[in-house]
């Protein structure tokens, strides 16, 4: 019989949160914020002691991802503008 006292798992709360600080520091790319978010719910269900680590990590990867949707569309609006520019003036 195992008597040694267990503590409670938190490392889906805490892969969340340094999932979620990488991302934003880093620049990782658009797979580590979604993993971060998906971690982050998941443990805010599973884990009660971790909810904070979770809620902070789910607010983090949530603006990695934001930061990444902002360049991708100023990405596609840049290259649109500089296409309709070059068609307009003959190049």
């Known amino acids: 019989?195992?008597?040694?006292?267990?503590?409670?798992r938190t490392g889906l709360g805490t892969a969340s949160l340094v999932l979620g600080i990488c991302s934003l520091l880093a620049g990782w790319t658009f797979l580590a914020p979604v993993v971060?978010?998906?971690l982050g719910i998941a443990s805010r269900s599973r884990?009660?002691?971790?909810?904070?680590?979770?809620?902070?990590?789910?607010?983090?990867n949530l603006v990695a991802l934001a930061v990444w949707v902002l360049?991708?569309?100023?990405?596609?609006?840049?290259?649109?503008?500089?296409?309709w520019t070059g068609a307009t003036q003959g190049r």
Not at 2 to 8: C, E, G, M, R, Y
Not at 71 to 83: E, I
């Open 1 to 8: 019989m195992d008597t040694t006292p267990h503590s409670p």
């Open 36 to 38: 971060g978010l998906c």
């Open 71 to 83: 360049l991708v569309v100023l990405l596609v609006v840049g290259g649109a503008f500089a296409l």
């Open 47 to 60: 884990e009660p002691l971790a909810r904070g680590r979770a809620g902070w990590g789910i607010l983090l």
